[in-house]
């Protein structure tokens, strides 16, 4: 598992990387015919981390329901994120990696709920969610390519 944290760390760094080059205007631009922006595709894949680790795991997420509620899966931008959401953002990337890994190895994940994902994965345990995490990581690291091309 030490290669799935360390690219899952790389990922986040990625992100943090945006969060730190483009202005509160750039990250909330929603470019014509995209339903979202950069800053929701970052707050996403924190909330989705949540929900794959944690909740399914029967844990209490790290981050607040509000916050899932508004990056959940099926949601869309709904008005301008602030600097200070944004820099809460920026603290989520690194605190929710760097926990989840302690968690990890402090044992606190003993059950896991299969959940079969919308691209068909079947994720069965704990290993699989943080693979397929990385995976999903991924695919929301290209729609932020994708998007940072019109912004």
């Not at 944290?5 to 943090?16: P, V």
């Not at 345990?125 to 932020?144: K, T």
Request: no cysteine.
């Amino acid at each position: 598992m030490e290669t799935t944290f360390s690219i899952w760390k790389t990922s986040r760094s990625l992100y943090l990387n945006f969060l730190t080059s483009y202005s509160l205007e750039q990250l909330n631009k929603i470019p014509e015919g995209m339903n979202n922006n950069l800053i929701w595709n970052i707050g996403h894949i924190i909330a989705a981390q949540q929900g794959l680790v944690y909740r399914l795991s029967g844990l209490t997420p790290l981050v607040s329901e509000t916050f899932i509620n508004k990056y959940k899966n099926g949601s869309v931008p709904n008005g301008e994120t602030t600097q200070e959401e944004v820099d809460e953002i920026k603290a989520l990337l690194t605190s929710t990696h760097d926990q989840t890994l302690v968690d990890y190895k402090e044992g606190k994940f003993k059950n896991y709920q299969e959940y079969q994902t919308k691209t068909g994965f079947l994720l069965k345990n704990l290993e699989d969610a943080l693979q397929f995490n990385n995976y999903h990581e991924g695919i929301h690291l290209g729609f932020i390519m994708k998007i940072k091309k019109f912004i």
